[in-house]
C-alpha cells in the first residue's frame, strides 16, 4: 500500500470565542475550511460551560488560565488589549503564535502589523505575535494601496462612519434597545456608549488626546504608517460613531504630487485584491453598510475627482469591520503563515 501524506494541520485556540470577532472567527474557519487539528474556546470565567456550534458539534467554552495555551500551534485573540497583554506573552512562551486583533501590540517594532494584500512579506519576521491593524485602518489600506502603489498618496483627508458593532457584541444589544426605547417614547439607557447612537451619532467614544484627535484616529494615521512602510503619507482622520449595526463606510478624500485620472483609479480598483467597486452612476448606487455586512471585501464607489484640488481625489469606501475589519484579517494571516511555513515562534523567543 502506497504511504498517504496528510496535509499538515493545526491546534487552533480563540481567545475571546464568545465576542462579536470571536464567533466570526469560528464562522471563517469553518466556511474557509482552515487546516484544523484541534480547536479550543477560550474567555473569561463569565461564559465558561457555555456551548458554540462548530461543524455541525457543540464546544464547550473554556474560561482562559495558564494551562490554555499549551499543545496550541496558533491562538486567535479577540478578547480586548488588557487580556492580550496577560495573555499573548504566555501563549508565546508555550510555543503558540499569536494573531492579535487589540490594539495592545501594534505599534511594537518587534511585531508586524499585517494587510494580506498590502504587506504580507512583513509577517515572516514575527517574535510569535502578530498584530491585526484596527479595523477601519484595514479598510482604507485595501482601497488605498492599489493607487498608493501606482503614485504615493501625500495626504490623505477621511471621515469614517462606525457601526455600533464596531464596539462590540454588547453594543449591538444596546443600540437596538434604544431604539426601541426611543420608539415607545421612553428614555434610552446607555451602558457601554457614552450617549444613545440609535437615532444619532456623536464622534468616535476612544479617549480624547491632548493634540484634539481621538485614540481612535491616531491609530489610522501610525498604524496606515506602519503598513505602508512610509511616513511621507499626511493623514487627518475624523471618526464618527453612526446607528448604523454592522460595517464601518468612509469619506476619503487623498491628494497625490500629480493629477491621479479617475478613469485609472476606478481601473486600478476594479483588479485590486479585496475590493469590489461598486457603483452606478445613473441610479446614484453605491457602497452601503447593510449591503456590505457579512461581505469580504472592501467595496468602493463614487470616485470622482476632487473640484477644490487638480491632484486630489474622492471616494466612497464601506466593508464589513467584523469580518475583513478583524476576523477575515486574522484568519487571512493565519492562512499565510501556514502556506509559507512561517507557523512557529522563533527558538531565540523561547525562555529556557
Ligand atoms: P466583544 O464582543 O465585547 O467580545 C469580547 C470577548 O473577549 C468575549 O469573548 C469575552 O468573553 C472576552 N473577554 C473579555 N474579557 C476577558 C478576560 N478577562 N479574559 C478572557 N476573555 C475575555 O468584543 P469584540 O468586538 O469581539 O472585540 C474583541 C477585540 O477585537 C477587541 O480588542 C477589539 O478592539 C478588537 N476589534 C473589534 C472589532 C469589531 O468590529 N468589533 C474590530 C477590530 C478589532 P466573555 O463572553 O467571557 O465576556
Known amino acids: 500500500m502506497e504511504d498517504t501524506i496528510l496535509p499538515?494541520?493545526?491546534?487552533?485556540?480563540?481567545?475571546?470565542?464568545?465576542?462579536?470577532?470571536g464567533t466570526e472567527l469560528l464562522e471563517l474557519l469553518e466556511a474557509r475550511n482552515f487546516p484544523l487539528g484541534d480547536l479550543k474556546l477560550l474567555a473569561s470565567p463569565r461564559s465558561a460551560g457555555t456551548t458554540l456550534s462548530f461543524q455541525g458539534e457543540s464546544l464547550t467554552v473554556e474560561a482562559v488560565t495558564e494551562d490554555s495555551f499549551h499543545n496550541v500551534d496558533l491562538v486567535l485573540a479577540s478578547a480586548g488589549g488588557s487580556t492580550s497583554k496577560l495573555w499573548a506573552p504566555k501563549a508565546v512562551q508555550a510555543g503558540a503564535v499569536v494573531i492579535d486583533n487589540s490594539s495592545a501590540f501594534r505599534m511594537m517594532?518587534?511585531?508586524?502589523?499585517?494587510?494580506?494584500?498590502?504587506?504580507?512579506d512583513a509577517a515572516q519576521f514575527h517574535q510569535g505575535i502578530i498584530a491585526n491593524p484596527n479595523c477601519t485602518t484595514i479598510l482604507m489600506s485595501v482601497a488605498l494601496w492599489p493607487?498608493?502603489?501606482?503614485?504615493?498618496?501625500?495626504?490623505?483627508?477621511?471621515?469614517?462612519?462606525?457601526?455600533?458593532?464596531?464596539?462590540g457584541a454588547r453594543a449591538m444589544e444596546e443600540m437596538k434597545e434604544q431604539a426601541r426605547a426611543i420608539l415607545a417614547g421612553e428614555t434610552p439607557k446607555t451602558d457601554i456608549f457614552p450617549y444613545p447612537l440609535a437615532f444619532n451619532l456623536f464622534p468616535h467614544n476612544s479617549a480624547l488626546t491632548e493634540i484634539g484627535y481621538c485614540e481612535e484616529e491616531l491609530k489610522m494615521v501610525n498604524e496606515t504608517r506602519k503598513i505602508f512602510g512610509t511616513q511621507d503619507i499626511h493623514i487627518s482622520p475624523t471618526c464618527i460613531r453612526v446607528p448604523v449595526m454592522r460595517a464601518h463606510s468612509e469619506a476619503i478624500n487623498l491628494e497625490f504630487a500629480s493629477p491621479f485620472p479617475v478613469a485609472k483609479a476606478r481601473e486600478l480598483l476594479s483588479h485590486a485584491p479585496g475590493v469590489t467597486l461598486l457603483e452606478d452612476?445613473?441610479?446614484n448606487y453605491f457602497p452601503m453598510p447593510m449591503e456590505t455586512s457579512g461581505k469580504d471585501d472592501?467595496?468602493?464607489?463614487?470616485i470622482r475627482q476632487d473640484i477644490s484640488h487638480p491632484c486630489g481625489l474622492e471616494l466612497w469606501i464601506s466593508g464589513d469591520q467584523i469580518r475583513k475589519g478583524?476576523?477575515?484579517n486574522a484568519v487571512q494571516i493565519a492562512e499565510l503563515l501556514v502556506a509559507k511555513n512561517w507557523l512557529k515562534v522563533p527558538a531565540s523567543v523561547l525562555k529556557v
Open 109 to 120: 517594532a518587534d511585531v508586524p502589523l499585517v494587510v494580506p494584500e498590502v504587506n504580507p
Open 298 to 302: 472592501v467595496f468602493v464607489g463614487r
Open 326 to 328: 478583524a476576523a477575515l
Open 147 to 167: 493607487l498608493h502603489c501606482v503614485q504615493p498618496i501625500k495626504r490623505v483627508v477621511v471621515a469614517t462612519y462606525q457601526s455600533a458593532s464596531g464596539a
Open 281 to 283: 452612476w445613473q441610479k
Open 8 to 21: 499538515k494541520s493545526y491546534r487552533v485556540a480563540i481567545l475571546g470565542s464568545t465576542g462579536a470577532v
